[in-house]
């Protein structure tokens, strides 16, 4: 073979092997659906430029998304998943994730100590975390307990979260602790909701339905997640934000690593970019999700909107996920015995 045409056949090999190289450095993540223009301009454009590889996202709900890892449990498609911090668990038990090496996370000591190690077995670390209180008309009622949902002056004037929702076990830990029972079980929480069933206004599916009904002066109270607010905040109505004497409950969402992935350095490297504190605050500041960095500064504008600072965090009372996974059934249970919805 010529010279000029063996050089030319060896170049043209070592841009396949390159190609193929860079085709192999893919990262695939699966993801909730919310908000993913934002996160492609703050999170994945800039990790692809830092890492010169390949992001493939997965969206869906966590049904969807947990039920596809573990069908692909014996060769995994998916690299890193984030979850809420009981389906985490779940998925630990079920073999399906593995213990994350924290000493790889040049960020990990930045976080709050409850996103270092959510369930307390390594295999998740929280990436964001929200309050869950009540959105209250100042004008028409004081909140200074959770008991003061049931109150016979607003209780017809109250819309509660259904049990089956996110905030319908917050809700009920929360009004457990008001009415001095913290068992599990929610049993005192849902009997006293019971004997008010028919002056409650609406047991919510979706916290979406209560910005009219407060818009129409339908009801005055609702227990929401703090990613709800702003829809709220921006009415011109008196609207507050409760700081019960109990505290607040909330909820936790982290990622996870898949057992048996073939990319996990890549996988940590993500990990740890996502939990940086430029990518969180920017995160915060373009209200996506807030922040578990605890370095973040934001302005007292954007912290409003946000479940934001050292004090907030230190008053979440999150329900611990083996909790919620062992009782789970007896909450909807006993709701369909006292509630009936």
Known sequence: ????????????LLLSVSA????????????????????????????????????????????????????????PVIDLA???????????????????????????DKLYDIAKDPNDDGMSVGYTFYASSIAYR??????????????????DHVALPNVTTTQGPLTLYMLGKALGDED???????????????????????????????????????????????GFSKMDLPIKWATPKEGQSGGMNVMVLTKGSKNRDLALEFMDFWLSTEIQTALAENLVDSPANKD?????????????????????HLIPSQVAIDNQETWL????????Q
């Not at 919310?34 to 800039?46: C, R, V, W």
């Not at 008010?196 to 910005?211: A, C, G, H, M, N």
């Open 1 to 12: 073979m010529p010279m000029k045409k063996l050089l030319m056949a060896s170049a043209a």
């Open 20 to 75: 193929a190289k860079a085709q192999e450095k893919t990262l695939t993540i699966s993801v909730y659906g919310f908000a993913q223009d934002e996160f492609k301009k703050i999170l994945y454009d800039p990790f692809e430029e830092k890492c010169g590889c390949e992001l493939v996202v997965e969206t869906g709900n966590s049904v969807e998304r947990l039920a596809k890892i573990e069908a692909n449990k014996a060769d």
């Open 82 to 108: 984030v979850i809420s911090m009981r389906d985490a668990l779940a998925a630990a038990k079920d073999g399906l994730t593995d213990k994350i090496d924290t000493s790889k996370l040049s960020n990990f």
């Open 138 to 155: 100042s004008d028409k009622m004081t909140v200074e307990s959770w008991a003061d949902l049931l109150a016979d002056d607003v209780v």
């Open 184 to 230: 599990p079980s929610l049993k005192t929480p849902i009997a006293a909701v019971g004997e008010k069933k028919d002056e409650i206004v609406t047991f919510y599916v979706r916290s979406s339905q209560l910005v009219q009904l407060m818009q129409q002066e339908e009801i005055w109270a609702a227990p929401i997640g703090r990613f709800a607010w702003s």
């Open 296 to 316: 973040v500064k934001v302005s007292d504008e954007i912290a409003e909107n946000l479940t934001y600072g050292a004090d907030t965090v230190a008053n979440l």
């Open 333 to 340: 249970s006993e709701w369909n015995n006292k509630v009936g």
